[in-house]
């Protein structure tokens, strides 16, 4: 009897392909595009082998693969991950969790079914050691008409390089807010949250805060424990965000507050969790938030608001791979299907294109490939975040300025502009 794999994977394109090099190798092959779906079909017919993507709607692979190995009724399935998210956070997580193997996208067909056969007969060399990571211009305004408000608190990365030189731009890291007639909805714990949380408290307007996290990175949930709100009564704080295949979103925000400055006292809000799935979700009257996995190390989620006919979208950590990528390699492919029409994109445009040639594949965009990205996407305007913390007003400057060159010999019908603290716009 043939040897039974199991490959998982939401690309028909990439999933038939790897089935159909394993069949032609003469192994049986089931193709799943269901990850919840495929955990069932495992369970209940353990597989020799499960090959899993990483970046899947419902279940994500690397959540997937430490369920696998963590039920004793599946734990000696070998398990196989094929992902063009291949940072060495995730390949790390990946062998921590279980997985044998990893194959980075785009693979090599002629190879794929050998290094598939070894992994069965137990003879895959070992995982490779993992090395260590090695000008403004006029700001648009809002619109009488406009249904969402953004405001942004802050937009810096964090490096050896955060409290240098006074900018423009500001220092504080990411956070962005987004009214509606009624609600607000904040993007991100940065310390720019610590700033909207006093003005919350001053203006008095809004009492239930929905406030979504992309990933538990510092410079996104540093300023959490400083967030006025939380430790004022009267507020409800909802919290939404990934679970971690091995830490609960429960467990992270508990510890956060746990660390918070004693002089702050004890928590008074009414807190909420909500672990997010790639799904769409109603959270608010007329407000629909769509969650769905970026390419950045770890559990990293984008978030895509529509409310009275706007779509708004929240991408500060992406790695667009431009001319690179492939059909295999295809997240610049589905994020365009995500972001089409946006109203407003923020997007991670964190290098200049020339340190983005030597920072490759840890998670971050140059300006220039989310600029092209946004503008085939029909994206009505462009808003580059994330600046490196390492680039003074002069570099920021530039990038603006090539931007609208850029903007003006293609003949892109795209509004760009830079991030930059104190930032509002009506959408």
């Not at 405001?151 to 030189?165: A, D, M, N, Q, V």
């Not at 408290?201 to 967030?227: P, V």
């Not at 089409?340 to 971050?364: E, F």
Request: glycine content about 8%; aromatic content about 8%; charged content about 25%.
């Amino acid at each position: 009897m043939a040897t039974r794999i199991i490959v998982v994977d939401d690309d028909p394109l990439v999933g038939e392909l790897s089935s159909s090099l394993l069949r032609d190798a003469g192994y049986e092959v089931e193709l799943i595009n269901d990850s919840f779906k495929a955990l069932d079909i495992i369970k209940t017919q353990p597989p020799a082998v499960a090959i899993l993507d990483i970046l899947m709607p419902g279940l994500d692979g690397l959540t997937l693969c430490h369920r696998i190995k963590s039920d004793p009724a599946t734990k000696n399935v070998q398990v196989a991950m094929v992902s063009g998210k291949a940072f060495h956070a995730d390949r790390k997580r990946a062998l921590d969790y279980g997985a044998a193997l990893f194959i980075e996208k785009p693979y090599n067909v002629d190879t794929f079914a050998k290094q598939v056969g070894e992994l069965i007969a137990g003879q895959a060399p070992p995982p490779p050691a993992l090395t260590a990571e090695a000008r403004l211009g006029p700001q648009p305004q809002g619109t009488a008409d406009a249904k969402l408000h953004m405001t942004i608190w802050g937009c810096r990365s964090l490096s050896p390089f955060k409290g240098g030189e006074p900018s423009r731009y500001g220092r504080q890291t990411a956070c962005v807010s987004l009214e509606t007639a009624s609600d607000i909805l904040i993007f991100d714990a940065g310390s720019g949250i610590v700033p909207l949380g006093r003005e919350i408290i001053k203006n008095g307007r809004f009492r239930n805060l929905w406030l979504f996290l992309t990933h538990f990175d510092q410079d996104h949930i540093e300023g959490l424990a400083n967030f006025a709100p939380a430790y004022a009564t009267g507020y409800k704080l909802n919290i939404s965000g990934a679970n971690d295949p091995d830490q609960a979103l429960q467990d992270r925000i508990q510890r956060i507050f746990e660390a918070a400055p004693p002089e702050l006292g004890a928590l008074q809000t009414e807190l909420q969790l909500f672990e997010m799935r790639e799904e769409t979700y109603e959270v608010l009257p007329g407000v629909q938030v769509s969650p769905f996995f970026a390419n950045h190390p770890g559990t990293t989620l984008g978030f895509i608001i529509e409310h009275g006919g706007r779509r708004f979208v929240y991408c500060p950590d992406s790695e667009i791979y431009g001319e690179q990528g492939t059909a295999m390699q295809d997240y610049d492919e589905r994020l365009g299907r995500l972001v089409q029409d946006a109203d407003v994109l923020i997007h991670d445009g964190r290098y200049l294109d020339s340190d983005y040639q030597t920072r490759k594949n840890n998670g971050h965009s140059s300006w220039a490939n989310a600029l092209h990205l946004a503008a085939r996407s029909g994206v009505k305007h462009l808003i580059l975040f994330h600046h490196d913390d390492a680039y003074p007003d002069a570099v920021l400057d530039r990038i603006a300025a090539d931007a609208q060159e850029i903007v003006a010999q293609k003949g892109y019908k795209l509004k760009v502009s830079m991030a930059r603290e104190a930032l509002k716009i009506g959408i």
